[in-house]
């Protein structure tokens, strides 16, 4: 499961569901000991967007448009985002049901939207997201992702086609 898994994410970002939160998080660790990425594997459990923004910031997760002697949360994420399309990297969010909905449906949108407009060689980045259940996580993201001008895809499609839904318990 781990190799087709592998093969998975190079082309999409990954949800895991299923069996408890140890083999979720046991089932990541191996699949990370096996790939050859940059890893920054967030606080489990987040609940509030600000535990996201503070990882950023710890982390310098962002590249600096321009030199300031102090930036706000929302230019970090503005400068983040630059950072997202830029690195070949690993994002893991374990146990994401906590993070409260709004930022929850917010963060996947951005990471969604990255995926889909990268080329096929161009870097870009990859997400785990781990939790309980599907939750109609990809129901949900599909009401709110944004669709190119003269995109045939419906948004649940563009959705369904950028995610995959990894199930432990199958």
């Not at 979720?24 to 990425?37: D, G, W």
């Not at 060689?121 to 001008?149: A, F, G, M, P, T």
Request: glycine share 2%; proline share 1%.
């Amino acid at each position: 499961m781990i190799e087709k898994t592998k093969n998975i994410l190079k082309k999409k970002h990954l949800l895991i569901i299923g069996k408890t939160e140890i083999e979720r998080r046991n089932f990541v660790s191996e699949l990370v000991q096996q790939l050859n990425l940059a890893t920054f594997r967030l606080p489990s459990k987040m609940k509030i967007f600000d535990e996201y923004c503070n990882y950023i910031k710890k982390e310098q997760l962002y590249r600096l448009w321009y030199k300031g002697q102090k930036y706000s949360s929302n230019r970090i994420l503005e400068f983040h985002y630059d950072w997202l399309s830029e690195n070949n990297s690993l994002i893991i969010m374990e146990e994401f049901q906590s993070m409260e909905e709004r930022w929850r449906i917010e963060l996947l949108r951005i990471y969604v939207n990255e995926i889909d407009t990268c080329k096929k060689n161009d870097k870009r980045i990859h997400l785990i997201i781990s939790q309980k259940e599907e939750d109609d996580l990809i129901e949900k993201l599909s009401k709110v992702i944004h669709l190119r001008e003269n995109e045939r895809r419906t948004q649940k499609q563009v959705v369904e086609q950028n995610i995959e839904i990894i199930d432990l318990s199958e």
